[in-house]
Antibody
Framework: EVQLLESGGGFMQPGGSLRLSCAAS????????MSWVRQAPGKGLEWVSV???????YYADSVKGRFTISRDTAKNTLYLQMNTLRAEDTAVYYC?????????????WGQGTLVTVSS | EIVLTQSPATLSLSPGERATLSCRAS??????LAWYQQKPGQAPRLLIY???NRATGIPARFSGSGSGTDFTLTISSLEAEDFAVYYC??????????FGGGTKVEIK
């Protein structure tokens, strides 16, 4: 059974950093494209970043240069390093598995982890 | 960036009624469109991919249609568990992958 479990969310002041983790089980995350999607309180879904099975990475313009997606193959874990946090980064962050390596829909999602950025 | 516009923002219906949700793309996405359902406090769930293919375990009352710029999600007969927010998402032109703003299906 595919499971995704995020952790690492919390409260941070503007300008700070956080690292989110997503532990995958039931499949090999490095053999799939994996993504982060966020949802601000009461708002819709926003794609943040994706890492392909090849290791190539892509980012939304809103986070480019501040966020870094990576993975640890041995731990079957996905990460999102978030630097220079802004108030507008406040959201629930979901880890999601892509449908397959080239078909970029999100077929499995974690339960999400809340990041709050406020002074 | 492809912008997806969903309508209506809110749909008020009774159980047993038919729901028709729309998603319009700012440029053609061919059939590269998916639909998701999200209930309060839960992660989204993939319902439909490539415009009309039901994902694993999705009931037959959910169907998708359309191509190019105009897409429809139809729920043939609403059940209690179907009242939720629905999002469309395109994969035709990325980055970025984009979502629509959502349609809330509420009990009338």
């Amino acid at each position: 059974e595919v499971q995704l479990l995020e952790s690492g969310g919390g409260f941070m002041q503007p300008g700070g950093s956080l690292r989110l983790s997503c532990a995958a089980s039931g499949f090999t995350s490095s053999s799939n494209a994996m993504s982060w999607v966020r949802q601000a309180p009461g708002k819709g879904l926003e794609w943040v970043s994706v890492i392909r099975d090849s290791g190539s990475t892509y980012y939304a313009d809103s986070v480019k240069g501040r966020f870094t997606i990576s993975r640890d193959t041995a731990k079957n874990t996905l990460y999102l390093q978030m630097n220079t946090l802004r108030a507008e980064d406040t959201a629930v962050y979901y880890c999601a598995k892509m449908f397959d390596t080239t078909v970029w829909y999100f077929d499995y999602w974690g339960q999400g982890t809340l990041v709050t950025v406020s002074s | 960036e492809i912008v997806l516009t969903q309508s209506p923002a809110t749909l008020s219906l009774s159980p047993g009624e038919r729901a028709t949700l729309s998603c319009r793309a700012s440029q053609s996405v061919s059939r590269n469109l998916a639909w998701y359902q999200q209930k309060p406090g839960q992660a989204p769930r993939l319902l439909i991919y490539d415009a009309s293919n039901r994902a694993t375990g999705i009931p037959a009352r959910f169907s998708g249609s359309g191509s190019g710029t105009d897409f429809t999600l139809t729920i043939s007969s609403l059940e209690a568990e179907d009242f939720a927010v629905y999002y469309c998402q395109q994969r035709a032109n990325w980055p970025p992958l984009t979502f629509g703003g959502g349609t809330k299906v509420e009990i009338k």
